[in-house]
């Protein structure tokens, strides 16, 4: 099985945990195959859509301080840009609906993907507005919420939006506030590029279909709340056991019926909750698809 990954992934690390909670991990292959450079247990991966998983649970402790409601409108929280119907009217979307793909909003074709180190600056707005070929599809609300299930990147662009509009704060920030301290990590953060320039040397090389790097090694973007996690296997798992913790009652990091709220699945769409998707029974996910 190893064999077979590495013939698609120069390396790759893994991090689980046992039924009594003891923690292990594996390395193989290279972060860089150019340099040699292995995978260890510091080596830091993209994360991709992971990052909608830190994204809710920022957004559930800005509910459990009770400076959201969720099952409020999205436009009560934003002042800048406002989401709207195809017929520009003010879309009644909640903040759930945006949690669980359920806003009605459909991202641009191919978009979301594509900008490498070195590339135009792209601005949440721009995004929004489909202004570039990063997204080229203004985020709208083009369907009823609650009645069809549209993955979208930009909605999770409208929950940066309204994090950054209501504490006041940069979105790397509020993440790192809000989970990356609490739990001691180290080597998990939002890319911007600050961080890059601080982590680069342990950040594994980004690789094309053909095995060749990509310009500049990493990809850059600018809707971190939807894609922009970076972090390792063991601390990925952290964040994960924390809230598994938080869900069963244990610890500070969320309010118990906060978590489980995260995991309860919506009525006719019984594979999505909030930031997260349900599996099997009793089995949640939060793929990294990106």
Known sequence: MIRKILERFPGIGCAWTDASGNVSTAYY???DRENHIAVEDDTVFPACSVSKFV????????????????????NDTLRQWKLLTPEGEESDASIRSLL????????GEDGFCGLRRGSPEVSLIDILEGRTAYNDR???AEKPQGTAFEYSDAGYCVLQLMLEEVTHKAFEDIARESVFDPL?????????GEKITLFENRMATGYDDRGLPIPGRFPMVPDPA??????????LLM???????????????????????????????????????????DTLGFAGLG
């Open 29 to 31: 292959g290279l972060a």
């Open 55 to 74: 994204t809710a649970i920022c957004v559930m402790k800005l509910y459990e301080k009770r400076l959201i409601d969720i099952d409020k409108p999205v």
């Open 100 to 107: 669980c793909h359920m806003a009605g909003i459909m991202d």
């Open 138 to 140: 203004p985020a709208r």
């Open 184 to 192: 001691h990590l180290k080597h998990t953060f939002f890319a911007s």
């Open 226 to 235: 939807a894609s922009g996690l970076w972090s390792t296997p063991k601390e």
């Open 239 to 281: 964040i994960a056991k924390a809230f598994l913790k938080a869900f069963h009652g244990e610890g500070t990091f969320l309010q118990a019926e906060l978590a489980r709220e995260m995991a309860i699945p919506v009525k006719g769409f019984p594979w999505t909750g909030l930031g997260l998707f349900l599996q099997e029974k």
